[in-house]
């Protein structure tokens, strides 16, 4: 076979109807799994909507266990980031840190 020739599935997450079918459990997913982290950030690409969709499977029949979708603007995580105090607190990673 060549490598031209294998189907690596759509460059979206959202729009690939297999995507589940290939997904490989992770650490950051057993996390979310167990409930031990609740929130995920990460750049464009980096997976979180592939962890979405895993989630919404493996929660679909847990009663009280929701799995949400929320996109803050860009700037309302840049405003978290200059602010002056968290700065120098904290420093500006805290907040990937803890999330």
């Known amino acids: 076979?060549?490598?031209?020739e294998i189907n690596w599935g759509d460059d979206s997450a959202e729009r690939d109807p297999f995507?589940?079918?290939y997904f490989v459990t992770s650490d950051a997913f057993q996390r979310l799994k167990s409930?031990?982290?609740s929130i995920v950030v990460g750049r464009k690409?980096?997976?979180k909507s592939a962890l979405r969709k895993k989630l919404e499977q493996?929660?679909?029949?847990e009663k009280d266990t929701y799995?949400?979708?929320?996109?803050?603007k860009?700037?309302?995580i840049?405003?978290?980031l200059n602010d002056r105090e968290i700065v120098e607190k904290f420093g500006q990673e805290i907040f990937f840190q803890h999330t």
């Open 1 to 4: 076979m060549n490598i031209s």
């Open 19 to 21: 995507l589940l079918e």
């Open 35 to 37: 409930k031990s982290k």
């Open 45 to 47: 690409g980096s997976g």
């Open 58 to 61: 493996t929660f679909e029949l």
């Open 67 to 72: 799995v949400i979708n929320l996109s803050p």
């Open 74 to 76: 860009f700037n309302s």
């Open 78 to 80: 840049r405003n978290i």
